[in-house]
């Protein structure tokens, strides 16, 4: 496992992490829809976040290497939206439009407001991976909270079976 940095002077060093890799784990955090990278004043983080995982997704070399999506911070997301100072149309018309898909199921309790928000966020990523349309790698979408160790613990679970998975399937053994 490699931790290859999120700011874009790390970039370039990547390619040479990328050799005999049987997943990538990309991590962003779901709360930062209202907020600009480091490197600039101007740039949304989500929306970089999303550039970055489809320069990812349709790099050549990667393009049969699935990637975990780490959908992180969604406590954070969930007070944002909440306090609703910061909303996220604002930020991304897109989601004026928005509805929820009809598999999407709410943690108990959670507020609607809150699941219609990190559902947008997802469905921005897996737009990404299902536009390519070639079947060669997935996206495995997870909602965690790094400080939540039950929630980390069942995600690195469900990593675990993906990666297996993905062995098996690589030696046709599935």
Known sequence: ????????????????CFNDVTAIIFVVASSSYNMVIREDNNTNRLREA???????WNNRWLRTISVILFLNKQD???????????????????YARYTIPNEATPEPGEDPRV???????????????????????YCYPHFTCAVDTENI????????DIIQRMHLRQYELL
């Open 1 to 16: 496992m490699f931790d290859v940095g999120g700011q874009r002077d790390e970039r370039r060093k990547w390619i040479q």
């Open 50 to 56: 999303l550039d970055l995982f489809r320069s990812i």
């Open 76 to 94: 954070m997301l969930a007070e944002k939206v909440l306090a609703g100072k910061s909303k996220i149309e604002d930020y991304f018309p897109e």
């Open 115 to 137: 699941t219609r928000a990190k559902f947008f966020i997802r469905d921005e990523f897996l737009r990404i991976s299902t536009a390519s349309g070639d079947g060669r790698h």
């Open 153 to 160: 613990r069942r995600v690195f679970n469900d990593c675990r």
